[in-house]
């Protein structure tokens, strides 16, 4: 049914480099921010522990990351969840669609700006599945 591809184009386009509105400002459009909270979390539900679900939305993990990563707690999109419901657990992503940068830069946020707990729940998905190391991570 294209559930998931349609919610990955209500979140991209609003803030994509030709969108109207960039991460930072979102907290001046509630309208915008809301129906991306609400995308998020249906996105969640919808591959929660269904792992061809995962897979397929694991194509939009860079942008998913991207709305983690660069948004506060006004701006918040509420991507953290989804992202850490897209890696828990899943070997197959871990392996295949995290790039090193992504850890780095993770830890870089850890050691600099606000020590957040959504970094410590990122980091805590990306490097450990099922009670084992993931060793490129």
């Known amino acids: ?15 994509c480099k030709d969108g109207l509105y960039t991460l930072r400002n979102l907290s001046d459009h509630l309208d ?3 129906i991306s909270q609400l995308s998020y979390r249906l996105i969640k539900h919808t591959i929660r522990e ?9 194509q939009w993990i860079d942008m998913i990351m991207r709305h983690t990563l660069a948004t506060t707690e006004k ?25 090193p940068d992504t850890i780095v830069n993770i830890i870089d946020m850890l050691k600099v700006k606000n020590k957040h ?9 990306l490097v450990n599945c099922d009670d084992s190391a993931i060793l490129g991570n």
């Open 1 to 15: 049914m294209k559930v998931i591809e349609l919610l990955t184009d209500i979140l991209y386009y609003p803030t």
């Open 32 to 34: 915008i921010l809301k």
């Open 50 to 58: 269904f792992r061809p679900n995962e897979i397929y939305a694991s």
């Open 75 to 99: 701006t918040d999109l509420k991507a953290e969840p989804t992202l850490t419901e897209l890696i828990d657990n899943n070997k197959r992503i871990l392996e295949a669609r995290i790039q």
């Open 117 to 125: 707990a959504k970094y410590v729940n990122i980091l805590r998905a």
